[in-house]
């Protein structure tokens, strides 16, 4: 038998696709209204007696929670000292109540003072 001949398809090349870049629209240079800055203007001047009134209330409430945290915590003693005298106060008044109210009220009242 006769040897077969192959023959080799040669795919044909197709033309590259072209990049299409899309074009930027020319972007105008905006100029604001000379109305729109002498309205800023005012809104400045007016709004910084406000902020300073603002910022000296908040440096206030920073100094106050510096000295608040610098306050150690109550030791048990002192509270229940305390709670000794919310009980014998209540007892002398005849009021109703328990510890565990004398010692709540006790809390506050070392925390506080």
């Known amino acids: 038998m006769p040897a ?14 072209k990049k299409v870049s899309a074009k930027k ?3 105008k ?13 005012a809104t400045k001047k007016a709004a910084t007696p406000a902020v300073k009134a ?10 106050a929670k510096k ?4 306050k150690p915590a109550p030791s048990l003693e002192a509270i229940a000292k ?3 005298l919310n009980y ?3 007892m002398e ?8 109210s004398d010692w709540l009220e006790a809390e506050k009242s070392v925390n506080e003072g």
Not at 29 to 41: L, S
Not at 67 to 70: L, Y
């Open 4 to 17: 077969k001949k192959t023959t080799k398809k040669v795919a044909a090349k197709k033309p590259a696709a």
């Open 25 to 27: 629209a020319p972007t």
């Open 29 to 41: 240079k905006a100029t604001p209204a000379p109305k729109k800055e002498v309205k800023k203007v």
């Open 54 to 63: 603002v910022s000296k209330k908040a440096a206030v409430k920073k100094t």
């Open 67 to 70: 000295a608040a945290a610098k």
């Open 82 to 84: 305390a709670a000794y």
């Open 88 to 90: 014998r106060r209540r």
């Open 93 to 100: 008044l005849g009021l109703p109540g328990d510890n565990d």
